[in-house]
């Protein structure tokens, strides 16, 4: 069957360290993986993309991979911040003008 | 970055009553739309892709005749809820793939909190 994991459900790191997020999907073979970052009560905000032939994005400091052979993405916030506590969302289209398929998300603290 | 306009907010309705959620691509023209469903501390649920000028796909389970999709233009899409009941009250959030960017971006708007009394 086919599935999109990610890692854990929470993750709780101190400030100033770098925060790794790991998304594994099963049975798929994305053309791309975005990440995004939802607050609650609100939408998700659009983050990173990533497409098959890349190996890797940054983003200030945000870094994605994306291992094809291993199907396996991970998501790296550097010098995390509390202002980085969130749910993290990883999500990939198969092909076309397939929607998104979502993980369950991996909420992050960050402890001052 | 693009962004996508989800209106109303917050809306509270009466049981048996229809509300209208408008979701709004402002810098890009959006062929395809999908509308989702969360509950608290849930994951998105994909409800139904909307697409341009025709009719909309409904994910296993959606009540077409419930959940009326319609996208009429490309920058536009509407999810009408009918005759509302409160189980219907949730977090709807809409999402726009701008096709013009590499990769196919999607976007999503703020979502729209449903209260149904």
């Known amino acids: 069957s086919q599935k999109i994991e990610q890692n854990s459900e929470a993750l709780n790191i101190q400030e100033g360290k770098t925060a790794t997020l790991t998304c594994n999907y099963t049975n798929y073979s994305p053309a791309y993986l975005q990440w995004y970052r939802q607050d609650p009560g609100r939408g998700p905000v659009f983050l990173l993309l990533?497409?098959?032939?890349?190996k890797e994005k940054r983003k200030e400091r945000l870094k994605v991979t994306f291992d094809t052979t291993l199907k396996q993405s991970l998501f790296h916030i550097t010098a995390s911040q509390p202002a980085d506590s969130a749910t993290y969302l990883c999500?990939?289209?198969?092909?076309?003008?397939?929607?998104?398929?979502f993980g369950k998300g991996t909420r992050l603290s960050v402890i001052a | 970055g693009a962004v996508v306009s989800q209106h109303p907010s917050r809306v509270i309705c009466k049981s048996g009553t229809s509300v209208k959620i408008e979701c709004r691509s402002l810098?890009?023209?959006?062929?395809?739309m999908f509308w989702y469903r969360q509950f608290p501390k849930k994951s998105l649920m994909l409800m139904a892709t909307s697409n341009e000028g025709s009719k909309a796909t409904y994910e296993q389970g959606v009540e077409k005749d419930k959940f009326l999709i319609n996208h009429a233009s490309l920058t536009l899409s509407t999810l009408t809820v009918t005759s509302a009941h409160p189980e219907d009250s949730s977090f709807y959030i809409c999402?726009?793939?701008?096709?013009?960017?590499?990769?196919?971006?999607?976007?999503f708007g703020e979502g729209s909190w449903l209260t149904v009394v």
């Open positions: 990533i497409r098959e032939n890349e």
């Open positions: 810098d890009f023209q959006a062929t395809t």
């Open positions: 999500a990939l289209v198969n092909s076309g003008n397939t929607p998104l398929v």
């Open positions: 999402s726009a793939r701008d096709s013009g960017t590499q990769g196919n971006t999607i976007y």
